[in-house]
C-alpha cells in the first residue's frame, strides 16, 4: 500500500454499550470532506473488534467517542487492545462527554488527544492530520 493510501486512513469508532452516534458521524463527515478516507465501525463494539479492524484496514489513526461515562475503561482498552496485537504504533484520539479531570489520566494511558462538546472541528482535524503524519514517521524508521 502506498503512503498516499495510507496518510489518511481513519477508524472512528463507538466502544461498549454507548448506542448515541452522532457526533462520531458527523466528525467521520468532517473527516472525509477534508479528505480523509474514513472507516466507521458503528455502535457497540468491544476494544478488541476496534483495534481488529484498525489493523485489517491498515489505518493511520483511530478515533473512539464515548457519551456513556465509560471512557476511562474503554479508552484505554482500545490502546491495549492494539498494543496486544502488535499496533501500538497507531496512534488513538477519544472524544465525548469527558470531564476536565478525567483527561491527564486518559494521556496517561496512551490517548493522543482528547475531544469535549464545543472543541471546532479545525482543531479535531488538525490532530488527525498530527496523528497520520506521526504514524506515517514510525513506521518509516
Not at 482500545?78 to 465525548?96: H, K
Not at 478525567?102 to 496523528?131: C, M, N, Q, S, W
Amino acid at each position: 500500500m502506498t503512503e498516499t493510501t495510507l496518510k489518511n486512513r481513519v477508524l472512528i469508532g463507538k466502544a461498549g454499550l454507548d448506542g448515541h452516534d452522532r457526533g462520531a458521524k458527523i466528525i467521520a463527515r468532517a473527516l472525509r470532506d477534508h479528505g480523509f478516507e474514513v472507516i466507521y465501525t458503528g455502535i457497540r463494539r468491544t476494544p478488541e473488534e476496534i483495534a481488529a479492524a484498525a489493523i485489517q484496514e491498515d489505518v493511520a489513526a483511530v478515533g473512539i467517542s464515548s457519551l456513556s461515562g465509560a471512557h476511562l475503561r474503554l479508552f484505554p482498552a482500545v490502546v491495549e487492545a492494539l498494543r496486544q496485537a502488535g499496533a501500538g504504533d497507531i496512534p488513538v484520539l477519544g472524544g465525548g462527554v469527558i470531564p476536565n479531570e478525567d483527561i491527564p489520566r486518559l494521556h496517561e494511558a496512551g490517548i493522543a488527544e482528547i475531544f469535549t462538546p464545543g472543541t471546532p472541528v479545525e482543531k479535531i482535524i488538525a490532530a488527525f492530520r498530527a496523528a497520520c503524519a506521526t504514524h506515517r514517521s514510525s513506521r518509516d524508521l
